[in-house]
């Protein structure tokens, strides 16, 4: 049931503002701050937000990463440390049912894999929640120091640099991608995980929660709202054939996403078939309860356990980095065209400071009670912030710099005008599809929990400040703006309302690259 509001959602919503993004950063030749002269100046504060937003998803995403090297190291072992109950974290609840018969599974029990995870890695037992999240742990702070390390030495010279590692980034999960899905498909039980993935559930498609998965799903996948997409397609030569790009990146996304399913469908129908239980009850964990529970813990009881562990880990790191060196690149791109004369000659040093502002920022998430701030960081830092962000970008383009002129600007490039499709879907749909998101995630919000915690009252209203505060740029500029424009209201809001330039910037380091084929 979910691949239908799956490929809706991407053909209506997510496909549409990624080729908005790509047109308006090729054309305007900026980063996501100073591309309002070009669209609609009172609406600058969306570029402030977005940085906001990115510096949030690197004080935690960079520590699910740290975790991934975790295990990476963790599974140079002949025999992988989660696979038994025999280590000094383990509990009496912890039970290993694979390859055993008549084991007896109660709710009090914990997997070897789950205790590794949350009694070895994260050490979360030492913390009773947010009010006490303990002492940082020094082997996640020396992860998270080796990647950021990676991260500077990537980003500090430019898109040249990162380009060039993005190539195995990029690549290299496919490859492993591969070579788990072969593993996969020959485990005992995968038929099952894969009927369940398949087989739609038409009752489901009448619960609102699924469509809001499957567009929060589409428009996080495909990036549009956080700044990426302007930065990087700004670096483009002004003909390219961002179109064809938008299209082909968006069906290769797509059909990646598909394949992934069957990478883990198979094995949680593995997973189902040694528990001797449904696939849905396997199926209910998700976020990193998959990537670090389950699914390692399927891989512990293969054959060739070290050899898949390893691949799996080297996938997730990589994948990690790629979405990493995209999100702060976002941030150095609008730093440097909003402010050339401080920054345009010290690019190494702006990095060094902004992964050094993220290194800090991530501390509190390398505590025995990380998770729990990750969890809020996800949950409110990014979620609704962004996409209300994309929502306002949708809207300011379409509505307020025109669609007739963005689509002459497009015609600049290509030598032809956007169809009709893509100018409703700019005008209208995309917008009411973002809108049904904010809506819906604000009306019927789950209670937050993690593991068996559950996240108090006053945690919440600590989420809804932490997602204010980078909204809250975009209405505050908006009054400095309007405040220090000279004349009548009238006057004022014609002048916030045009673009204040018609030429596009040219990136200082961009008349040194190479168009790229």
């Known amino acids: 049931a979910f691949l239908i509001p799956y490929i809706l959602m991407a053909i209506f919503g997510g496909v549409p503002l990624f080729y908005m993004e790509l047109a308006l950063g090729q054309f305007h030749r900026t980063g996501a701050i100073s591309i309002w002269k070009h669209i609609c100046p009172i609406f600058k504060g969306i570029g402030y937000a977005i940085c906001i937003i990115a510096l949030y998803v690197s004080f935690y995403y960079n520590t699910i990463i740290a975790w991934a090297l975790f295990y990476f190291y963790s599974s140079f072992s002949s025999i992988l440390p989660w696979t038994n109950c025999n280590n000094p974290w383990n509990t009496p609840d912890c039970t290993n049912y694979f390859g055993r018969d008549n084991v007896t599974w109660t709710n009090s029990s914990r997997s070897p894999a789950e205790e590794f995870y949350t009694r070895n890695v994260l050490e979360i037992h030492k913390s009773s929640g947010l009010r006490n999240v303990g002492g940082v742990r020094w082997q996640l702070l020396l992860c998270l120091f080796l990647i950021f390390t990676i991260v500077y030495f990537s980003l500090w010279k430019g898109v040249k640099t990162s380009g060039k590692v993005v190539w195995v980034t990029a690549t290299l999960p496919y490859v492993v991608l591969f070579i788990l899905l072969i593993r996969g498909a020959t485990l005992p039980g995968a038929w099952r995980g894969v ?64 394949v992934s399913g069957f990478v883990i469908f198979t094995v949680l129908g593995y997973m189902a078939e040694m528990r001797k239980v449904e696939v849905e009850d396997v199926a209910r964990d998700k976020g990193p309860s998959l990537l670090f529970i389950t699914y390692p813990e399927a891989i512990a009881n293969m054959m060739g356990s070290t050899f898949f562990a390893i691949i799996f880990f080297v996938m997730m790191i990589t994948l990690g980095l790629d979405s990493t060196f995209g999100g702060l690149e976002a941030i150095i791109t609008a730093v440097l065209d909003e402010y050339p004369d401080y920054f345009s000659h010290r690019r190494e040093l702006l990095v ?30 990014v979620g609704c912030s962004i996409i209300a962000v ?92 309007l405040v220090w424009t000279p004349g009548s209201l009238k006057q004022r809001l014609a002048v916030c309302l045009r673009p204040e330039r018609t030429m596009p910037d040219i990136h200082t380091d961009s008349l040194s690259m190479a168009p790229v084929p």
């Open 195 to 258: 009927v369940f993935y398949l087989k739609p559930q038409w009752g489901k498609l009448l619960e609102t929660s699924v469509w809001v998965d499957a567009a929060a799903q589409i428009f996080f996948s495909l990036g549009p709202g956080f700044g990426v997409l302007l930065a990087l397609s700004s670096y483009n030569p002004f003909t390219n054939n961002c179109y064809r790009d938008a299209i082909v990146t968006s069906l290769v996304n797509c059909l990646t996403s598909f």
């Open 352 to 381: 060094l400071g902004l992964v050094v502002i993220c290194f800090l920022g991530s501390l509190s998430t390398l505590t025995n009670g990380g998770a729990y701030v990750v969890k809020l960081l996800e949950e409110f830092g």
């Open 390 to 481: 994309g929502f306002l970008e949708a809207i300011a383009v379409s509505w307020f710099y025109g669609i007739n002129r963005f689509s002459s600007d497009i015609q600049a490039m290509l030598g032809k005008a956007p169809g009709l499709f893509w100018k409703v879907c700019w005008v209208a749909i995309s917008p009411a599809f973002l809108a049904y998101i904010i809506v819906s995630s604000l009306l019927k919000a789950p209670p937050l929990m993690l593991f068996d915690y559950k996240y108090p009252e006053w945690s919440i209203i600590v989420g809804y400040i932490i997602g204010f505060s980078s909204f809250m740029w975009i209405p505050i500029y908006m009054v400095y703006k």
